[in-house]
Nanobody
């Protein structure tokens, strides 16, 4: 099973920026989708952004034009650049890797946006 390690969470003021990173502990040779999800207290985990091996991206409507997902296959890394952060972006953010054979999750990193 692939292990994913997230980093980059923290506390930021309204309108600020953060960059989350997720690194896999092993190369991924198959087709895959790497995604960021988030879960706020009392809410279900929801997709924020995803990136396929072919470079296709997808974003939740609430983060379009503010968040950017990018990846580096050689570094086994996916990042999420978050700009113009809002209090409603406060949540625990999880990295997810999905291949035809596995579905792995990171431990989560907390993002808190103060108003």
């Amino acid at each position: 099973q692939v292990q994913l390690v997230e980093s980059g969470g923290g506390v930021v003021q309204f309108g600020g920026s953060l960059r989350l990173s997720c690194v896999a502990n092993t190369p991924i040779s198959t087709s895959y989708v790497m995604s960021w999800y988030r879960q706020a207290p009392g809410k279900q985990r929801a997709l924020v952004a995803s990136l396929t091996r072919d470079g296709e991206t997808r974003y939740a409507d609430s983060v379009k034009d503010r968040f950017t997902i990018s990846g580096d296959s050689a570094k086994k890394m996916v990042s999420l650049q978050m700009d113009n952060l809002k209090p409603e972006d406060t949540a625990t953010y999880y990295c997810n890797l999905r291949t035809p054979l596995m579905d792995s999750w990171g431990q989560g990193t907390q993002v808190t946006v103060s108003s």
